[in-house]
């Protein structure tokens, strides 16, 4: 037997999938990245601490397909933020059943725990990922794993019966697993609520090094990220155009600005210098070519006044003097600008 895993890194679904492991099933961790999961690279950890489990590990790049699918768009709304909890873990299992088909694997297991999270691990949230899970399961291409009639009980009927919680699994309605004897049930775990004793008590005794406890490590659920996610979105529909993948960057990177009618972001450092030097089809580059300093981007609708204000920030954030000129290439256009002062620049952060 073939398991799939959602694993975030985190010590729930590290311990989701040693418990199917530990029953012989060969289990493969997939990482979903949809853009927002963090700026910190987890790549290492993840190999690592996947290995740990026996578990080969799969990164799984869906930014663009739950940026355009997804995000503006949920059936079950937001959390307390710009957070689509419910829509977005369905979506997940959405992709592990595409991978599912493409491996030829068995079933999807998943870490979440009853009751662990308020928006998407209530008894409630976790019916509702149930119903997206079995509408997706309607297309076509899941029609060989299935037995839509119901007659045959060597196979499902609904996809969503292919989805085990190993944490809270008995707890939970018996899976189609549990009842063909793939899993013996009394090896899955009972968990519920926010209480992680059992989990790192388990840790310990397995002597597992690499595991993090949760920590809502998501940026949809980022008080700054979300709120400036809220005012692009708003903005581009002023402005009559469509969000892009590439804007999750704008509000992730740099200082996020307004600047008149336009919006700008400039980076800190090199760091941010180098995530912001990407191809993006509403903004233009603002590079400073006679000093070291930060990129900048700037929308390309901005007018040439706003354009010209956006580079002198910039420049201000450079090593630059205040009364010299400087050259600026912004898009196409090269400026000769002088830099406007940090303390008049900060007038245009938001949320300054």
């Given at each position: 037997m073939k398991a799939l895993a959602l694993f975030s890194g985190g010590l729930d679904s590290l311990l989701s999938m040693h418990l199917v492991a530990s029953q012989g099933i060969e289990v493969t961790a997939l990482h979903f990245n949809i853009g927002f999961g963090g700026n910190k690279d987890k790549r290492e950890y993840l190999e690592k601490a996947s290995a740990q489990v026996g578990a080969q590990i799969l990164f799984c790049?869906?930014?663009?397909?739950?940026?355009?699918?997804v995000l503006f768009k949920p059936k079950y709304g937001y959390?307390?933020?710009?957070?689509?909890?419910?829509d977005c873990h369905a979506n997940m299992f959405r992709q592990a059943f595409y991978k599912l088909l493409e491996l030829q694997a068995d079933f999807v297991i998943s870490g979440e725990v009853l009751g662990?999270?308020?928006?998407s691990q209530r008894k409630e949230a976790l019916g509702q990922v149930q119903k997206l899970v079995r509408a997706f399961g309607a297309e076509k291409c899941f029609d060989g794993i299935l037995d839509r009639s119901g007659n045959n009980p060597s196979k499902p009927q609904f996809l969503?019966?292919?989805l085990l919680r190993?944490?809270?699994?008995?707890?939970?309605?018996?899976?189609f697993m549990e009842k063909q004897g793939w899993l013996d049930r009394a090896k899955l775990w009972d968990v519920q609520g926010r209480s992680r004793v059992r989990q790192l008590a388990k840790i310990k005794e397995l002597g597992l090094e690499y595991y993090e406890n949760p920590s809502g490590g998501c940026l949809l659920t980022d008080t700054s990220v979300s709120a400036k996610l809220k005012d692009l979105q708003a903005h581009r529909q002023n402005t009559?155009?469509?969000m892009v993948v590439q804007d999750n960057v704008l509000v992730k990177v740099g200082r996020y600005m307004v600047v008149g009618g336009a919006r700008c972001v400039v980076a800190r450092n090199e760091l941010e210098n180098a995530k912001l030097d990407i191809k993006h089809p509403l903004m233009d580059r603002i590079e400073l070519l006679d000093c070291k300093g930060p990129l900048g981007l700037v929308e390309k609708s901005a007018s040439e006044q706003e354009k010209n204000l956006c580079a002198?920030?910039?420049l201000g954030y450079g090593k630059s003097q205040l009364n010299a000129l400087y050259r600026v290439q912004v898009g196409d256009a090269l400026l000769h600008l002088n830099p406007l002062h940090r303390q008049e620049a900060q007038k245009y952060l938001f949320m300054g």
């Open positions: 790049d869906i930014q663009e397909q739950f940026f355009d699918e959390g307390k933020y710009f957070n689509p909890c419910i662990q999270r308020p928006k969503d019966q292919l190993p944490m809270s699994a008995q707890l939970l309605e018996p899976s009559q155009q469509q002198r920030i910039v």
